[in-house]
């Protein structure tokens, strides 16, 4: 049985690309999982070469928490509550002011 491009291309990480997921699944279920992300780029493509730990951030979600769904996809998830733990942006980011303290020093 030969292998399919979700085989061969290894662990999905935080480094893994936008490019490298729409590839691994060319049915579009990463696209499909971005949209359930509510990143707006996932019907543009916007930044294809963009690692997905830094597209989680920049969307205001958790990092871990996406990459984790993202990895689903390779089992036919993700299931519900992993969806949950990637939409949540309550997470609150440091203020600028705390991050100029921090360095300041």
């Not at 993202?70 to 993700?78: D, E, K, V």
């Not at 299931?79 to 997470?91: F, G, L, P, S, Y």
Request: hydrophobic share 40%; aromatic share 4%.
């Amino acid at each position: 049985m030969p292998y399919s491009v979700k085989d061969r291309a290894g662990p999905i990480r935080g480094s893994t690309t936008i490019e490298e997921l729409m590839t691994r699944f060319p049915e579009g279920e990463a696209i499909d999982l971005m949209a359930r992300l509510a990143w707006p780029c996932a019907h543009c493509s916007g930044r294809k070469d963009e690692p997905l730990s830094l597209a989680a951030k920049r969307h205001g979600n958790p990092a871990g928490a996406v990459v984790e769904a993202f990895r689903a996809l390779t089992s036919g998830g993700p299931n519900e509550r992993q969806i949950m733990a990637a939409t949540d942006k309550t997470v609150d980011r440091p203020s600028i002011d705390a991050a100029w303290l921090r360095h300041a020093r």
